[in-house]
C-alpha cells in the first residue's frame, strides 16, 4: 500500500510539472507574439511617416515651380524693360555724354545681373524637371515589370500611386474558404511578386490588407476586422519569406480592418470588394533639388 501510494503521488507531481511547463510556454509564446506585433507597427508607423514626408515634399515642390515660374516671367518683364530704357537713354542727345556712358553701363550690368538670375533659375528647373521625370520612370519601370509577371492573373491589377506603385491580389484567389490562410492558388499568386523581390532587394513593401465588417464565425481568436487584417497580412509575408526566401527586412504587414470600404458591405458583392490584399512597393526615387532663387 505504502508502494502504491508512493507512485501515486509521483504521478501527481509529473502532472502538476507539465501543467506548469505548457502555462510558461504559452506565455512566451505571447510574449513573443506581443514583440512582433510591437515591432510591425513600428515599422508600419516609419513607413507611414516617410510616405507623408514624400507627400509634404511633392506640395513643397509644385508651389516652388509655381513660384518659379511666376519669378522667371517677372525677370523677362524686367529684361525687356531694361532692354528699352537702355535703347531710349543712349538714344537721347539732350544729355551730357558722360551720363550717358555711366548710365548705359550701369544698365548694362542690371541687365547682364538680370540674365546671369534667369539663366541660374532655369538650370534649377531643369535639375527639377529631370528629378521629377526620372522618378516617374522609375514608377513606370516597375509598373511595367509587374504588369507582365502578372499578365496571366485574372483580376490582379498595378498602378503607380507616387511615391509607391500598388498591385491589388483578388481575395478569392490569394486566401483559402476560411478567409486566413493564403490558398495553393494564392501562393501561385504570390510567385511573381516574391521573385521580382529577390531580384530587386532595394524595394521596400507594404502589405496592406483590408476586410469588410464582419469577422467568419470560423475565427474564433480574432477579436475585430482589424486583428482579422493584419492575420491575413502577416500570412501573406509569412509565405513570402518562408516560401520564397523573401528578406523579411523589405516586408511589412500592415492591417487596415474595415475602415477603407471601396464599396458598400450591404451586399455579399460589396464586402468581396472590401476584401482585398494591395501590395504597395517602393523602389528608391531620385530626391528632387530644392529650387534657390539665388545664386
Not at 117 to 124: G, V
Not at 257 to 286: C, D, F, H, I, K
Request: charged share 25%.
Amino acid at each position: 500500500m505504502n508502494a502504491l501510494f508512493f507512485f501515486f503521488r509521483l504521478a501527481l507531481c509529473a502532472a502538476a510539472c507539465a501543467l506548469m511547463a505548457a502555462g510558461c510556454m504559452a506565455k512566451k509564446a505571447y510574449l513573443a507574439e506581443t514583440q512582433k506585433r510591437a515591432e510591425c507597427e513600428a515599422r508600419e508607423k516609419t513607413l507611414l511617416d516617410e510616405v507623408l514626408e514624400r507627400r509634404r515634399e511633392a506640395a513643397e515642390w509644385a508651389k516652388r515651380l509655381f513660384d518659379l515660374s511666376r519669378e522667371i516671367g517677372r525677370q523677362e518683364t524686367e529684361i525687356r524693360y531694361l532692354e528699352q530704357e537702355l535703347s531710349e537713354r543712349t538714344a537721347a542727345l539732350g544729355e551730357s555724354a558722360s551720363k550717358l556712358l555711366s548710365d548705359k553701363d550701369a544698365l548694362e550690368k542690371a541687365l547682364a545681373n538680370a540674365k546671369a538670375q534667369l539663366a541660374h533659375l532655369d538650370t534649377q528647373l531643369t535639375s527639377v524637371s529631370q528629378a521629377q521625370r526620372a522618378r516617374q520612370e522609375a514608377l513606370e519601370q516597375l509598373r511595367q515589370d509587374l504588369d507582365k509577371r502578372y499578365a496571366g492573373f485574372k483580376n490582379a491589377s498595378v498602378e503607380v500611386a507616387e511615391p509607391a506603385v500598388l498591385l491589388t491580389l483578388p481575395d478569392a484567389q490569394l486566401f483559402d474558404k476560411g478567409g486566413l490562410l493564403i490558398s495553393a492558388e494564392g501562393r501561385n499568386l504570390l510567385k511573381p511578386l516574391a521573385e521580382l523581390l529577390s531580384q530587386r532587394p532595394d524595394i521596400g513593401v507594404e502589405v496592406i490588407a483590408y476586410t469588410d465588417n464582419a469577422v467568419p464565425k470560423n475565427l474564433k481568436n480574432i477579436e475585430d476586422t482589424w486583428d482579422w487584417s493584419l492575420a491575413r497580412a502577416n500570412h501573406v509575408v509569412r509565405t513570402l519569406v518562408q516560401q520564397y526566401n523573401v528578406n523579411a527586412n523589405q516586408l511589412t504587414p500592415v492591417g487596415k480592418g474595415e475602415y477603407y470600404p471601396v464599396a458598400s458591405n450591404e451586399t455579399p458583392e460589396g464586402r468581396q470588394r472590401n476584401r482585398r490584399t494591395v501590395v504597395a512597393l517602393y523602389p528608391p526615387l531620385v530626391k528632387v533639388p530644392v529650387i534657390n532663387g539665388k545664386n
